[in-house]
């Protein structure tokens, strides 16, 4: 493994939305290693603090009703917007699938629940880097309804969603990315 084909899959990762998506289906086989991917990530005495729901067929419809239902609920009059409502409901029903990533606090508290949402971060990572490299397009949302997913699908005791990524197989065209200067954000100790 090279130092620039990994420089390059960093670079290249990019959010991808769901008007942004052909509707090719994402094998079951490819999903998996998706998310064995992100298992490898580390994490502080082995707590593997993630759990995942995988939407997909009538399992998006289920969660595009429960998103709008949710967004109906729980907005003001004042703040709701039909097109926001149609917009909600729509994304989901474009996706190949759709990942819950949910958060298995560990049970005998071994490690300070931030080292166990670091984890979480550097597994969302290894998840957004392998649907990178399939080229498949994804993006994290976390929209204020997911603290209340176990509506319509189980979570264990101590689980939360923090997030839904949202997956299908990108349109072709190049993404391009931007950073500000990288001196600007360090300091060196010397």
Known sequence: MSTEFIDQLIRSRRSVFPEMYDDKVIEDDIIMNIIENA???????????WRFKIFKGHGLKLLSDYLGEYYKEHTSPENYSEFKHKKTIEKPLKCGCIVAVCFQKDPQNRV????????????????????????????????????????????????????????GWKKPGELLGKRTDLSSKITTIS
Not at 39 to 49: G, M, Q, S, Y
Not at 112 to 138: D, R, V
């Open 39 to 49: 298992t490898w990530a580390p994490n502080h005495k082995l707590t593997e603090p």
């Open 112 to 167: 300070p629940e931030e080292e166990e949402l670091i984890a979480m971060g550097a597994a969302i990572q290894n998840f957004w880097l392998t649907c990178t490299s399939y080229g498949i397009g994804c993006y994290l949302s976390t929209p204020e309804a997911i603290r209340n997913i176990n509506k319509i699908t189980p979570l264990q005791q101590g689980e939360r969603c923090i997030g839904l990524f949202y997956m």
